[in-house]
Each structure stands twice: as structure tokens, then as C-alpha cells.
């Protein structure tokens, strides 16, 4: 029996709000979802927390875990990583200093900007490319949910993976450093506290794959972030000091901008679980030759169209562009650490949860078995047995956690054919019982009474 490893997830579901309408099902890139007696189920193991599945719940059953800002009186000193996508759910009334001023006002004692660490990751990777043979196409590990989906479903793209820290990572360390520096503080008395717009990021923190422990506290939702801000700010409130990013590290937050600031034209951004799943098959395929570096995002439009943002996507992409066109003018000089200081400190490997056996015999077996029930299914992927697709029930019925009947349409099959063998059986009857003789003679000839 395969043992099944327990995963921290960001991603859970609230059963009281479920209602069992498998919308869910259908979106989940690596068939994670079950709806079983009218309720989902998330198979742990197999969710990636790309929150595809927060987006397209109409009755809002999913849920993502963040930290509560309560978690803040727990530090001496805390400090503020808002993401590059942050500025973009503000009018552009106000300005990024004035945002960053706002984290201030509502119980931070500094804040740093992830689009500068953004930067410093930025100029690492061109070294990086530049100094090392790296398995081409490099792909990008800024998003989590695209790392831990190639885990889960392309594990022959795990040496593809840039492996440097995230812009979030190296925020969080040089802030907590500076801080310690300069106010002569114990690490256990700094909090660092990233600003997030989607689930991934709060599980790359609690349950990091690339090193034993963040540098980061706490994930704090970017909407309940926002509401805090939206009750303080003012125009004009903050100075320009606060701001340590140039432009390219804000333009991190939407697609694109991670490979726009390396100044290649051999790259390539695909943004949107569905359109990462194409690309990441194209790229098994070898298909993808001519690109050098491939950006991919799990959220529609980048981190700006994150499942915990507040603004539509394309309204916050506007109004990024406006701090974007601003910090144009300002120049911002990067210190990059060595590239080695910035690379991961664990190896990830592959998550077989899609595999049916640890014997490779018996999973040879099941394999051929499954293949048998999928032939006798419609294949119309109807989602009405709580699978998303009829292999994937196909898959449930070898594992046993699931039956044929549960398909509708062999259902009415059985029934019908059970009805028809009732009607045969209702037509015959007993010899004893049978009022269809004549002449007053039974079938051997014996007279009656």
C-alpha cells in the first residue's frame, strides 16, 4: 500500500458552505478534488494550493489560511514585505510612498519591498545563466504553485527549475538582517511578515521545498491587508526614502516582468494554471527549443490576478503601470549578493502521488485494469460521479475508493438491464401455481383433483 505523506496546505474547505456542484472538480490541474455524498474532498497530497479552486467556488467553500494580524504582538520589532502586486489595488491617487507609509500607520515598524528583492534575484539569474550550464529551458521558481505542480505531474522538468531563492525569501532575509543590525535585536524578536496575494505563498512558508525554514513569520492576506491601509491612508502621507525598488522589481507583478528585466528576447511568459499545464507538456515534449527562459505563473495575469487580491486584475494592471512609468525615473543601484548565497539549500523531488502502486508489477496490473474500465465508461467527462474526468474515476475504481455505479450512465445501464430480467422473471411462474394447463390434465398427464 502506498504510505500517504501528510501536506500543510493553505487551500481547505469550509462543508458547511459546500454544495456538492463540482465546479471545482473540473478546474483543478492535478485532479486533487473529489465531490463524494454532496461534499468536495481535497486529496491532500495531490493539491498544489494554485487556489484555482478559491477562484471558481460560488459559494466561496474554499478558503485559504493566512496568519492573523493579531500575530504581530507576538514580535518586538515587524516588518512589512508588501508584493510588487500590493500598489495595484490603490488608486492611482496614491502613491507607492504613501502605500508603503499606510504599513506604518496601521502597527509595522518598517517596511521593506519584495520588487526589491525582485531586482537582486533579477541580476543573480543573469549571472547565473551567464556562469553555469543550466538544462535550457530554464523555468522560473518564482511562483510556488508551478513548482510543486512540476513535483506532482512533470517530474522529468525538476533539473529545468531556476533554483534561487524567492523574491520574497531574500526580502525577508536582508530586511531581518538589517534590522537586527541596526536595532540590536535578538532574531526571535523580529517578525517579518510577507503581504500575499494567493495561498501558495503562505504554503512555500509554512511548508517550505527548498530549504528547512523561511526567513519569513508570518503570510498575512492581501485583502485583510488592504482593508487596514484603505482606513489610514492619505495623499501625500509618505516620503519618497521609503522607497528602495526601481521599476523592474514592481513590473515582477504581472507577466511578463520576471523575464522583461532579464533583457533577453529568448524568453517566454505564460500566465494561468491551464495555459502553465500546455507549455510545461510542450517543454517534456522538447518542443520549446529556441527559448532560453520560461516564466510561469499559476494566477490569470500574474500575481496581480491572485486569488487574495482585492482589485480586478486588469484594473490593478493600469494601475501598476502608473508607480511603474514613475519609478522609471528614478535609478535604484542593485547589490547582488553572490549567485551561490541566493541558491536553494534542499534538492525537491518528484511527488509520485499519481502512481497506482510502490510494486512495479502490481501497478503494471492495475494500469491494464484501469484502461478495462475506462473503455466501458462514456468518456464524457461529466463530472456527475464527483470525478473530473471518466480516467479519473477509472483511477478511483482501481484505487477502491470508488465503484463503476458511481458513473450514471453504467448505473442506468444495470438498472435497465435488472428492470428487463424482473420483467422475464414476473412473466414466469411456478409449475404449482401455473393456471395455463388444459383439459384438466397437468404436463406428466395425471388428472387433476
Known amino acids: 500500500m502506498l504510505e500517504v505523506k501528510k501536506y500543510f496546505h493553505s487551500v481547505t474547505l469550509d462543508e458547511e458552505k459546500c454544495r456538492g456542484c463540482t465546479n471545482c472538480i473540473k478546474k483543478c490541474p492535478t485532479e486533487a478534488i473529489r465531490v463524494r455524498k454532496s461534499k468536495a474532498r481535497i486529496i491532500e497530497e495531490r493539491c498544489i494550493d494554485c487556489g484555482e479552486c478559491l477562484r471558481v467556488c460560488p459559494y466561496h467553500a474554499k478558503k485559504a489560511i493566512t496568519d492573523d494580524f493579531a500575530k504581530l504582538s507576538e514580535y518586538r520589532y515587524k516588518i512589512a514585505l508588501p508584493a510588487p502586486s500590493f500598489y495595484g489595488q490603490f488608486k492611482t491617487t496614491y502613491s507607492r510612498s504613501d502605500i508603503l507609509a499606510a504599513l506604518l500607520k496601521i502597527g509595522f515598524d518598517e517596511v521593506y519591498e519584495v520588487a526589491r528583492g525582485a531586482e537582486i534575484v533579477t541580476?543573480?539569474?543573469?549571472?547565473?545563466?551567464?556562469?553555469?550550464?543550466?538544462?535550457?529551458?530554464?523555468?522560473?521558481?518564482?511562483?510556488?504553485?508551478?513548482?510543486?505542480?512540476?513535483?506532482?505531474?512533470?517530474?522529468?522538468?525538476?533539473?529545468?527549475?531556476?533554483?534561487?531563492?524567492?523574491?520574497?525569501?531574500?526580502?525577508?532575509?536582508?530586511?531581518?538582517?538589517?534590522?537586527?543590525?541596526?536595532?540590536?535585536?535578538?532574531?526571535?524578536?523580529?517578525?517579518?511578515?510577507?503581504?500575499?496575494?494567493?495561498?501558495?505563498?503562505?504554503?512555500?512558508?509554512?511548508?517550505?521545498?527548498?530549504?528547512?525554514?523561511?526567513?519569513?513569520?508570518?503570510?498575512?492576506?492581501?485583502?485583510?491587508?488592504?482593508?487596514?491601509?484603505?482606513?489610514?491612508?492619505?495623499?501625500?502621507?509618505?516620503?519618497?526614502?521609503?522607497?528602495?525598488?526601481?521599476?523592474?522589481?514592481?513590473?515582477?507583478?504581472?507577466?511578463?516582468?520576471?523575464?522583461?528585466?532579464?533583457?533577453?528576447?529568448?524568453?517566454?511568459?505564460?500566465?494561468?494554471?491551464?495555459?502553465?499545464?500546455?507549455?510545461?507538456?510542450?517543454?517534456?515534449?522538447?518542443?520549446?527549443?529556441?527559448?532560453?527562459?520560461?516564466?510561469?505563473?499559476?494566477?490569470?495575469?500574474?500575481?496581480?490576478?491572485?486569488?487574495?487580491?482585492?482589485?480586478?486584475?486588469?484594473?490593478?494592471?493600469t494601475r501598476l503601470k502608473k508607480h511603474i512609468d514613475k519609478a522609471k525615473n528614478k535609478a535604484v543601484a542593485v547589490t547582488v549578493p553572490r549567485h551561490d548565497e541566493l541558491m536553494w539549500t534542499l534538492d525537491i523531488e518528484h511527488r509520485p502521488v499519481m502512481k497506482l502502486d510502490d510494486d512495479l508489477d502490481k501497478a503494471m496490473k492495475k494500469l491494464e485494469e484501469l484502461e478495462e474500465i475506462n473503455e466501458k465508461l462514456p468518456g464524457l467527462d461529466c463530472g456527475a460521479c464527483g470525478a473530473p474526468s471518466c480516467r479519473a474515476l477509472a483511477e478511483d475504481i482501481v484505487r477502491g475508493i470508488a465503484n463503476e455505479t458511481d458513473c450514471v450512465f453504467l448505473l442506468r445501464e444495470k438498472v435497465r438491464a435488472l428492470a428487463m430480467e424482473m420483467m422475464e422473471l414476473e412473466a414466469k411462474m411456478p409449475p404449482v401455481l401455473d393456471k395455463g394447463q388444459t383439459n384438466g390434465k397437468g404436463e406428466n398427464g395425471t388428472r387433476r383433483g
Open 123 to 317: 541580476e543573480a539569474t543573469k549571472k547565473l545563466l551567464q556562469l553555469e550550464k543550466l538544462k535550457k529551458p530554464v523555468i522560473s521558481s518564482a511562483c510556488p504553485a508551478v513548482v510543486r505542480l512540476i513535483q506532482v505531474r512533470f517530474p522529468s522538468l525538476i533539473d529545468n527549475l531556476l533554483k534561487l531563492e524567492s523574491p520574497m525569501e531574500v526580502a525577508a532575509a536582508i530586511s531581518r538582517k538589517k534590522a537586527a543590525e541596526t536595532y540590536k535585536l535578538n532574531a526571535s524578536e523580529i517578525g517579518v511578515f510577507f503581504i500575499s496575494p494567493c495561498a501558495a505563498k503562505v504554503t512555500s512558508v509554512k511548508a517550505p521545498y527548498e530549504k528547512e525554514k523561511s526567513n519569513v513569520d508570518g503570510v498575512l492576506s492581501m485583502q485583510d491587508v488592504y482593508l487596514k491601509v484603505v482606513a489610514v491612508i492619505e495623499k501625500n502621507m509618505g516620503s519618497e526614502a521609503l522607497e528602495q525598488a526601481g521599476y523592474a522589481g514592481i513590473r515582477w507583478a504581472g507577466s511578463g516582468g520576471e523575464g522583461l528585466a532579464l533583457g533577453t528576447e529568448q524568453f517566454l511568459a505564460v500566465d494561468g494554471i491551464q495555459n502553465v499545464l500546455t507549455i510545461l507538456e510542450e517543454i517534456e515534449n522538447g518542443q520549446l527549443e529556441e527559448v532560453e527562459f520560461v516564466e510561469a505563473l499559476a494566477c490569470y495575469g500574474g500575481c496581480l490576478g491572485g486569488p487574495l487580491t482585492v482589485q480586478n486584475a486588469f484594473v490593478a494592471k
